[in-house]
C-alpha cells in the first residue's frame, strides 16, 4: 500500500527542488562539499570550542557557553557537567524505502553534555517530541530559540524543524520526557525533571550546505534541548502505533519490511502484503453498527497453530 509513501516521497521531492533551486540562487559555480572533508573541519573547530570556552548552567538548568578570558574550567574539562560523546550516521534518508538509506558514510563524533536525565521516557525514532531549544554558533551567537517548547514529528514534513536536523534528533535517545507537568493559573506549564541536554553538531548532522545558522554554511552548531512531551504515533494509520512496527527491536524502524515490497512496516497499510490492509486484519468485534473493536496489540491472534500475529502473516486474514 503505497499512498502513505507516494505522499513523503512527493514532498521529499519538493523539499529537494525547493533547496535546489535556492542552493543554484545567485551562484551558478555552486556545487556541494565533500562531506568528509567538511567533517574533519568541523570537529577541530568543535574540539577547540571545547577547550576554549566554559559553561554557565543558572538554577534553572539554562546553558549559556562564554569564551574562556580569566582562567575558567573548559567545557573539555568539566567535571559537573562531564562531556560525553557518541559515534552515529547521518540518518536523514533519501527515500521512506528500506533502501533509502542516506549516501552519506562519515562516520560522526557527536559531542554532548547531559544537564538532566529526565524522569519520563525515552523517545523512539518514530515518537512526536515536544522541546524547547536554543541554538547558537560557534562564536556564541543565537540563531534560534523556543522556550515554551513545541511538536516535531519524525520523518518530518517541513524542511527546517530543529528536528529534521539529525544531530539534534539522535541525541534526543539519550534524555527522557518530564516526569509531569502542572498548569499554572495562567495558563502555562511547569515542566518537572524533564531531559535536558547539550549537544555539539557537526554540519554534516546539521544544516551542511544550508545556510540556516546566521548566514553561513558549513557551520557547526551547539542545540540546548529539553524534552518536555512524547507522543506515540501511527505513521500508516493501520491501527498498530509505530512504535510495535521495530519487528526485530534494534530501534531501527526502516529495516523491518514483513512482506519484501521495500516499504517499512510502519509506513505499510498492509503488512503481510495478502491483499487485506492491516486494519481490517485486527478487528476483534464488529456490530454492523458502526462500533467496532480493534484487538489491542499484544492479543492479536496468531494464525492458526503459527506463532507470527496474523496481520503479518500472509497464510491468513
Ligand atoms: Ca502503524
Ligand atoms: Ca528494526
Ligand atoms: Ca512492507
Ligand atoms: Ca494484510
Request: glycine share 8%; aromatic share 12%; hydrophobic share 30%.
Amino acid at each position: 500500500m503505497k499512498n502513505i509513501l507516494k505522499i513523503s516521497l512527493t514532498l521529499s521531492l519538493i523539499l529537494l527542488l525547493v533547496s535546489c533551486k535556492k542552493d543554484d540562487g545567485a551562484d551558478t559555480t555552486f556545487s556541494l562539499r565533500d562531506r568528509q572533508e567538511v567533517y574533519n573541519e568541523d570537529i577541530a573547530e568543535i574540539e577547540a570550542y571545547l577547550q576554549e570556552n566554559y559553561l554557565v548552567v543558572d538554577v534553572n538548568l539554562n546553558a549559556s557557553v562564554k569564551e574562556i578570558d580569566n582562567g575558567q574550567t573548559s567545557i573539555w574539562n568539566n567535571t559537573t557537567y562531564p562531556l560525553q560523546s557518541m559515534i552515529v550516521k547521518n540518518d536523514v534518508r533519501v527515500s521512506s524505502y528500506i533502501t533509502g538509506v542516506s549516501t552519506d558514510v562519515v562516520e560522526y563524533k557527536l559531542y554532548y553534555i547531559i544537564l538532566n536525565e529526565g524522569g519520563g521516557a525515552y523517545p523512539t525514532q518514530v515518537d512526536s517530541v515536544f522541546t524547547a531549544y536554543k541554538g547558537w554558533d560557534l562564536e556564541n551567537e543565537v540563531f534560534d530559540q523556543n522556550n515554551q517548547g513545541m511538536w516535531f514529528t519524525y520523518p518530518q514534513t517541513t524542511a527546517f524543524d530543529p528536528v529534521s536536523i539529525s544531530g539534534y534528533r539522535q541525541v534526543l535517545t539519550k534524555i527522557k520526557t518530564e516526569a509531569s507537568s502542572a498548569l499554572n493559573s495562567n495558563g502555562t506549564l511547569t515542566h518537572n525533571d524533564y531531559g535536558n541536554v547539550l549537544v555539539f553538531i557537526p554540519s554534516g548532522l546539521g544544516y551542511f550546505s544550508g545556510s540556516n545558522i546566521n548566514g553561513v554554511s558549513y557551520n557547526p552548531a551547539v542545540f540546548q534541548i529539553k524534552l518536555f512531551n512524547r507522543k506515540e504515533n501511527d505513521q500508516d494509520g493501520d491501527r498498530i502505533l509505530s512504535n510495535y512496527e521495530d519487528i526485530n527491536g534494534d530501534g531501527d524502524f526502516y529495516n523491518d519490511d514483513t512482506d519484501g515490497d521495500n516499504i517499512p512496516d510502519f509506513l505499510d497499510r498492509d503488512d503481510d502484503n495478502d491483499g487485506v490492509i492491516t486494519k481490517f486484519e485486527i478487528i476483534q468485534s464488529n456490530d454492523g453498527n458502526g462500533n467496532i473493536v480493534y484487538y489491542s496489540f499484544n492479543n492479536i491472534p496468531f494464525c492458526g497453530s503459527g506463532s507470527v500475529k496474523k496481520h503479518l502473516d500472509n497464510s491468513c486474514h
